[in-house]
């Protein structure tokens, strides 16, 4: 294998947390005494972080003020920080997968746009925290995804060069963060992706889960 280092994206690719998410956001909007959106609508929204996440629960015609998306932000902060990772469910194959790539010995890290905050306790939650060598927030650098510098943060972590990572992700911003940042990218069809399919000649490969992931990459 050609690969010396794994990084994986974490809501959509390893674990299904919408219900975790629409929760949060429902008791946000209810706390402003805003307009409910569904869970159809909070899958779409995922992808670009929470503050882009509350954003858009609170766009309708248009964007919220300052204020408004502040307190929006505050309020969902309070109640994600309760029901993070309570009805989270693994993907398809993720744990399998996980135990496979780990038995490579190659070094594995997350490198996601949710906060840090929420990050860790989600890991510890769903028992999957020792996988990982590194663990990139959303605010653990100045940028989140698309821009370089997380997954970038995380080889230098791994002690790899980019060019030896391999990033697997469920969107096209993990897409364009590896090829930013130099790293080859397979994607997972199962994720978020603002409501939008993927397309296998966007990625170097679209693999059904993390397992056939891994038998692809042992012929890389």
């Not at 008791?27 to 503050?51: C, K, N, Q, Y």
């Not at 996601?112 to 605010?139: C, M, Q, W």
Request: net charge negative; charged share 20%.
């Amino acid at each position: 294998m050609k690969f010396r280092s794994i990084t994986f994206d974490l809501d959509g690719t390893l674990l299904d947390t919408v219900a975790d998410l629409a929760e949060a956001c429902r008791l946000m909007l209810a706390e402003l005494e805003a307009p409910p959106r569904s869970e159809a609508e909070i899958r779409r929204f995922v992808g670009r972080g929470m503050v882009v996440l509350v954003e858009r629960c609170l766009t309708w015609t248009t964007p919220p003020d300052a204020a408004l998306l502040a307190r929006g932000i505050a309020a969902f902060q309070r109640h994600y920080a309760t029901v993070n990772g309570r009805q989270a469910q693994f993907f398809p194959g993720v744990r399998e997968g996980l135990a496979a790539w780990q038995a490579t010995g190659l070094p594995l890290a997350v490198v996601t746009n949710k906060p840090a905050a929420f990050t860790g306790p989600l890991l510890e939650r769903t028992g999957i925290a020792h996988y990982f060598s590194a663990v990139v927030s959303g605010d653990t650098t100045p940028h989140r995804k698309p821009h370089p510098a997380p997954l970038l943060h995380a080889c230098a972590a791994l002690g790899v060069d980019p060019a030896a990572n391999l990033h697997i992700g469920d969107s096209k911003h993990d897409i364009e963060t590896a090829r930013n940042a130099g790293c080859a990218v397979y994607c997972v069809p199962y994720g978020y992706n603002e409501g939008e399919p993927l397309r296998a000649a966007d990625c170097d490969a679209l693999v059904a889960d993390l397992g056939v992931a891994l038998r692809l990459a042992h012929s890389a």
